[in-house]
C-alpha cells in the first residue's frame, strides 16, 4: 500500500465509520421498534384482560415470539454489517494490491524508456563522433585512427550486448529452450574475469578455481550471460575500485558453487527482493549515474532458473555485495 494521495486514506477512513455508525443506528432503531412493539402487545394484553399481573407479562407466548425475532433481527443486523465491513476491506485490500502493482509497473516502463533512450543513444552518438571525424580529417595519424576505429568497436559491442540482452530477455518470457551440452564452468568464470580486467581499467578480480570441479550439462549462451553479468556488476558498481573475489567449489557430489563478492555500493535489505525483476534498477534514475538497463538480473535468475539451480543475495562485508549461484551438476 503505497503513495495513494492522503485523502484516499481519510475516505476509506470515512467509509468505515460510517457503516460502523449506521449498524449501531440500525441496532438502536431495532431496539426501540422493539419496544415499542412489548408495549402496544402490554396494552393489548392488559385490555383483553390475558393477565392480570405485570409480573406474567414477561412469560407470555406472545411476548417471547417478539423478544425471539427482536433478537435474530439484532443478530442478522451485526452479522450483515460485520460482512459488509469485511468485504469493504478485502476490496479495499486488492483494489490496494492491484494499484501498487500497476504503479511499480509504469515506473519499471518509465525506468527502462529512459535508460534504454540513454544506453541506444550514447554509443550511436560517439560512433557518429568517430565517422564525422574520419570524413573531416582524411590525413589522421595511423594511431589516432586504430584508436577512434577501436572506440567505434567498443560501441557497436555495446550496443550489440543490448540488443541481445533485450532479445534474450524476451525470449526468456516466451519460448526459451536450453541448448545444452558439457560446460567447464571454471573456463567460463576464467574468460569473463578476464574480460571485465580489460573492460574496467583499475578493477581487481581474484579467480579461485577449485580442481577438478565436473562439467555441467547446461546452456553455453545462456550460461555466460550470467557470468558476465553476476562479474560485471561487481565491476560497475564497486567503483573507482573494484575488489572483486570470484571463487568455483563443489557443493557436494551434486551441484558446483559460484561466488562473487565485492567491495561496492552492496544493495539495501528493501531492494534485495526487486533487484531480480525486468528493468528495476535502484535508486531513481535521474540520479543514477551509472549505465544500464535492469536487464542483468533477470537474466541471470531465469537462466539459473531454468537449469534447475538457486542464487542468493548477501550482504558483503565490511562493504559490498556476495551473490552466490548453485548448479547442478547433470
Ligand atoms: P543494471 O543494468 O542496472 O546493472 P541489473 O539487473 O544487472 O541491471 O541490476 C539491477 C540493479 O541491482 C542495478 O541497477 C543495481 O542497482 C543493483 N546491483 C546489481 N548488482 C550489484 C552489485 N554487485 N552491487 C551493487 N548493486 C548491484
Known sequence: MRRLPPISYVIIAYMLLAFGWWCILLLRKNEEAHIARVD????????????????EFRE????????????????????????????????????FRNLGKEISAA?????????????LKSPLAGIRLILETFQKRRELKP???????TN?????????ALVNDLLLSAKLESMYQLNREPIDFGELVQDAADRVVMKYRGA??????????????????????????????????SQPEPIIYTSLQRGGESEIV?????NGLGIP?????????????????????TKGTGLGLFIVKQIIDKHGGQIELRDNQPRGTVFRVYLPVS
Not at 152 to 160: G, N
Not at 207 to 235: F, H, K, M, Y
Not at 269 to 280: Q, S
Request: hydrophobic fraction near 40%; aromatic fraction near 8%; avoid cysteine.
Open 269 to 289: 535489505d528493501h531492494e534485495k527482493r526487486r533487484v531480480w525483476a525486468k528493468f528495476y534498477r535502484v535508486g531513481n534514475e535521474d540520479t543514477r549515474s
Open 152 to 160: 567505434a568497436l567498443a560501441e557497436t559491442d555495446r550496443l550489440t
Open 258 to 262: 559460484w561466488t562473487v563478492k565485492d
Open 143 to 149: 594511431e589516432i585512427q586504430q584508436k577512434l576505429s
Open 40 to 55: 402496544k402487545l402490554a396494552i393489548e394484553l392488559a385490555v383483553q384482560k390475558k393477565i392480570e399481573r405485570a409480573s
Open 204 to 237: 581487481k578480480v581474484n579467480v579461485d578455481i577449485e580442481p577438478d570441479i565436473p562439467l555441467i550439462s547446461g546452456d553455453r549462451q545462456g550460461l555466460t550471460s550470467v557470468v558476465v553479468n553476476l562479474l560485471e556488476n561487481a565491476a560497475k558498481y
Open 60 to 95: 407470555t407466548e406472545n411476548y417471547m415470539l417478539l423478544t425471539d425475532r427482536f433478537e435474530r433481527q439484532q443478530r442478522m443486523i451485526l452479522g450483515e454489517a460485520v460482512f459488509l465491513v469485511l468485504s469493504l476491506i478485502g476490496g479495499i485490500y486488492l483494489l
Open 107 to 119: 515506473e519499471q516502463q518509465r525506468n527502462f524508456l529512459l535508460s534504454i533512450t540513454h544506453e
